[in-house]
T-cell receptor
């Protein structure tokens, strides 16, 4: 079945460091790919998305490129801030023609702590 | 335009009691999804509903759990005779239709069973 694998955390960085959180997926066809962020005590917010191969999603300095050849959607940010401390979830949604298109499939989440 | 509204934000129940979690989708959205986040785990799909219909409940435990989305009012996730293992964050998401790529999430209800 479809699945998402994220790098394990926690990830601890100093402010202004470069961030990469790896995400790979297994799916049939071309799913849509998402990164969600969960700040402490908060719900889930969509950070960015990509709906087809080679698309790059970007938001708030974060980027991720949909790589079909490597089935990856790694999250990157060039210079992290303390306010980026949160849990980041990679998720996929199967393509429209798939029978189970109705639900997101999630990675386990990666906790990021950014120190001043 | 209010986002997805869930209430209560925090709910404490004793073992054996019932828990009712409410979710009001975004205005104009008729598709609702419930997810559960257990401590130290990712989110797991529970159920997908449209107005007055359960479309996919493959992630719902077979006993004690039920969900509804009536024609009027919020979607309700109901857990009967709660046990400590039900302690989790329950998130609701809504989308405009079945093929929308984006779902919008509420802030979740954190259920604690004591």
């Amino acid at each position: 079945g479809d699945s998402v694998t994220q790098m394990e955390g926690p990830v601890t960085l100093s402010e202004e460091a470069f961030l990469t959180i790896n995400c790979t997926y297994t799916a049939t066809g071309y799913p849509s790919l998402f990164w969600y962020v969960q700040y402490p005590g908060e719900g889930l917010q969509l950070l960015l998305k990509a709906t087809k191969a080679d698309d790059k999603g970007s938001n708030k300095g974060f980027e991720a490129t949909y790589r079909k050849e490597t089935t990856s959607f790694h999250l990157e940010k060039g210079s992290v801030q303390v306010s980026d401390s949160a849990v980041y979830f990679c998720a996929l949604k199967p393509p429209t023609w798939a029978g189970n298109n109705r639900k997101l499939i999630w990675g386990l989440g990666t906790s990021l702590a950014v120190n001043p | 335009n209010a986002g997805v509204m869930q209430n209560p934000r925090h709910l404490v129940r004793r073992r054996g009691q019932e828990a009712r979690l409410r979710c009001s989708p975004m205005k104009g959205h008729s598709h609702v999804y419930w997810y559960r986040q257990l401590p130290e785990e990712g989110l797991k799909f529970m159920v997908y509903l449209q107005k007055e219909n359960i479309i996919d409940e493959s992630g719902m435990p077979k006993e004690r759990f039920s969900a509804e989305f009536p024609k009027e009012g919020p979607s309700i996730l109901r857990i009967q005779q709660v046990v400590r293992g039900d302690s989790a964050a329950y998130f609701c998401a809504s989308s405009l239709d079945a093929i929308s790529t984006e779902a919008f999430f509420g802030q979740g209800t954190r259920l604690t069973v004591v």
